[in-house]
């Protein structure tokens, strides 16, 4: 055996090519861990009351997949969802009398359409909140309590993330009987949902024994099937911006983010950006109805825009939603 000479293998490495889907994945977690969030893992089982109390975002009414020989008796099915997993976290959590408890999952969820088909399976990420996000350091302070908007900003990162944070849409149609109906909205792009996020409904907190927090539940196959396939980079503006406001009343259900899409899809090539920034009820405001503020942010590539031009296309923009939505301007 010494006498055999020591030969390289004829095969040469290459490298792999990167796996979208998994880049992705990683790309979240450490978005999530960053802002606070810790990441868990749970068993897929679940109870048979916990299935019917959270079906999950399945699209036809799914049936959950049955344990021929469960760990535990009570646990006798597949999850059709990652909540019941997360709630059983924040049982142990405040078990230990802990202030605060964020915590994430990305895992798959399991159903059996009329329980006659193949079983299918599902990769979806959920969230659940509770408390004010844990800081340290010199910089600590006392923080506001956690509400629908900290919420809403941490899944509008997710979705920033994935390229596609500026065109979703939140609607109030039929929510989760779960969730806080004043308090919840579903995550759309197009015609699909995504997910939803809200805050848990009080009579069940109290009925399950839970202290007040926030949910949300995403489809991250569905997420990953809109998202680009590279996200694209340009130079930074060499003329300054130019920024106007303005306020509309419309009807209490109307979305905000409507009229932001229309005016994107006008194609005005001086609209760099439209964003809301304030949302108002009560004197003046009819019953009813709501204020909506928007700042519109105008930039021309080879010039500096005058102010003269920039309120005339304001006007004419102004005037145009009114006709269009059927809004009043607040002046």
Not at 45 to 68: D, E, H, K, T
Not at 250 to 277: C, H, M, S, T, Y
Request: proline share 7%; with cysteine.
């Amino acid at each position: 055996y010494e006498k055999i000479p020591s030969t390289l293998p004829l095969a040469r490495p290459q490298g792999s090519r990167a796996d979208s889907h998994l880049s992705k994945e990683r790309k979240v977690r450490s978005f999530l861990i960053g802002e606070g969030v810790t990441e868990l893992i749970n068993l897929p089982f679940a109870s048979n009351a916990m299935n019917l109390r959270f079906p999950g975002l399945w699209q036809r009414r799914a049936s959950p997949v049955p344990i021929l020989n469960p760990l535990v008796q009570e646990n006798s099915e597949m999850r059709l969802s990652l909540i019941p997993g997360l709630i059983q976290n924040l049982r142990t959590h405040m078990a230990q009398r802990l202030k605060s408890f964020w915590g994430f999952e990305l895992g798959k969820v399991f159903c059996s359409h009329n329980g006659n088909d193949f079983p299918k399976e599902r990769q979806q990420l959920a969230i659940l909140l509770h408390g004010q996000r844990q800081r340290k350091g010199l910089k600590a302070k006392e923080e506001e309590p956690l509400d629908f908007a900290d919420a809403k900003g941490l899944l509008e990162g997710i979705m920033d993330i994935l390229g596609r944070g500026d065109q979703a849409i939140w609607s109030h149609d039929t929510l989760p009987s779960f969730l806080h109906p004043g308090k919840a909205a579903w995550l759309k792009w197009e015609d699909s949902t995504l997910g939803y996020l809200g805050e848990f409904h009080p009579d069940l907190c109290e009925e399950l024994d839970l202290p007040r927090f926030f949910v949300m539940e995403l489809d991250f196959e569905k997420l990953l099937q809109y998202a680009p396939p590279k996200l694209t980079a340009r130079s930074l503006p060499r003329f300054p911006s130019v920024e106007r406001d303005l306020a509309v009343v419309v009807d209490e259900g109307f979305p905000a983010q409507r009229i932001i899409n229309w005016i994107k899809d006008q194609g005005d090539p001086l609209i760099e950006d439209v964003q809301v920034f304030d949302q108002y009820r009560g004197s003046p405001i009819p019953e009813g109805k709501k204020s909506l503020a928007y700042r519109v942010c105008y930039r021309a590539e080879e010039r500096t825009l005058t102010d003269a031009e920039v309120g005339a296309r304001h006007q004419d923009l102004i005037l145009q939603i009114g006709q269009a939505f059927g809004a009043q301007l607040r002046t």
